[in-house]
């Protein structure tokens, strides 16, 4: 059901007060107009606490500043009077004690009267006491078939020529904008380009990061990391490689379920949040980074608004990647009865989407310690699959130390001896080789001379990986990836020595 007919449901039904949680202030106006004037006989009074009742003549600027006597409105009019009261940030009010009684007192009047309450507010904060009273509606931001209404009209009105393939490419730019904003980045490019063509993807795109930095709950990444890049892991570059073309029409004509998702679980340093980066370059999608610390807010309510907040941007930008690193750090399988539950309640309704949605946002999250990630996280079905990164291989080995040394050194990194560096690197992790070689490179740079294998050996063994400092959670994970419950990234794995 869309919001026009859930809308005009609720108010045939007499629900007394529907709270709507939008930015789009200005344009959930005009749908609720557009609405009651095709299916309902009814007056519309909007208030704000700057300037009052405005739109009706008799009651423009009645209750300037005062919520309260905005409230007084609904009971002034007749009962014959069939009206819909938009409230706009009337959320910020609602603790008041008098506001929420005098909420409570005219709620009885709405339930026998073609009356409603409707408040407008970009945040979600009901106090306990009104939420049996409040329905909350949602007004979600422009789909594709209202974005392609916006730029066909002002397409037409510039009369400019654009193709087919150009305008998808348009639409899905704009795709997590309201359309103020698209009006306003449109304006920009137009004054900029004279025109809107190809530089305006990357205009777009540019708002685009914006909007979702200011959410400080989502990072839009930009990354050019490549899955070659990744050294072994060549199971799980595999199960990639297969999935590649699995967002596009044709999948979806073939009746292919949109993948979901991969959790990646494995010692630090193997290449886990490379791994995010590297399929959203492969893949040619966004990716948008959670920081799940973030979620939690000291507000009663607002951790659960931010997690739908999250959710919903992610799904009006799919397709899209979306990474959560180090998620074990987040949710945990404690009780959380520190903070009453929050935690879990945010658990809940995160898990919930895993397994329900159905918008095409491919979730990579990654985890270093299993002990600590709840149950109904790893059990089947809230993602495709669960890889365990471990340790590189011999030849793996070899294979990272080459990316790494080529990029540092591309003219010369053929010089170098990788059977030995491979050799003298067991137990060590993609990260820990990289750094040994830019600890390589200062001594040579302090010697003011290149470096050399030699410099990478010493290195190497001035060095103690993390498998030998953490061996119990390495011998843990290991345990857990050979009982067969976790498939392996590797073809071939490395099992740390108990005895080191």
Known sequence: MNFNDELTLLLKARY????????EEDRVEYVIRKTIKANLNRSIYSWDFVDGYTNNPNNEGFAKRNPL??????????????????????NRFLADISIARKLKNIS????????????????????????????????????????????????????????SQFLDSLIRACQGLSLERIRRVLSKIIATYKTIDENSISILLSEKKQIISQTEILEYWDTNEKIQNIGGVDNLKDWLEKRKTAFGIQASNYGLPTPRGLLLIGIQGTGKSLTAK??????????????????????VGESESRLRQMIELSETLAPCILWIDEMDKAFTNSDSKGDSGTSNRVLATFIGWLSEKIKPVFVVATANNVDLLPL?????????????????????REQIFKIHIREFRPKTWDFFDYTKLSGLSEFFSGAEIRQSIIEAMYYAFYEKREFTTEDVCKALKESIPLAQLETDQMLRLQDWAKSGRIRLASSKTIYVNKNI
């Open 16 to 23: 007394p007060i529907i709270y709507i949680n939008t930015i």
């Open 108 to 163: 009885r009047i709405l339930k026998l009267q073609p009356k409603t309450i409707i408040i407008i507010a970009s945040d979600l904060t009901i106090p306990k006491e009104l939420q049996d009273l409040i329905t909350i509606l949602n007004f979600h931001l422009p789909d594709e078939k209202e974005i392609s209404q916006e730029l066909n009209r002002l397409i037409k009105s510039l009369n400019i020529e654009i193709d």
């Open 278 to 299: 590297a399929i959203a370059t492969e893949w040619q999608l966004p990716l948008l980074k959670l920081d799940v610390g973030k979620l939690f807010g000291g507000i």
């Open 69 to 90: 006597q905005a409230l007084e409105l609904v009971e002034k009019l007749t009962s014959e009077t069939p009206a819909l009261f938009l409230l706009k940030d009337f």
């Open 376 to 396: 109904e996280v790893i059990r089947k079905g809230r993602f495709d699959e669960i890889f365990f990164l471990d340790l590189p291989k011999t030849q793996d």
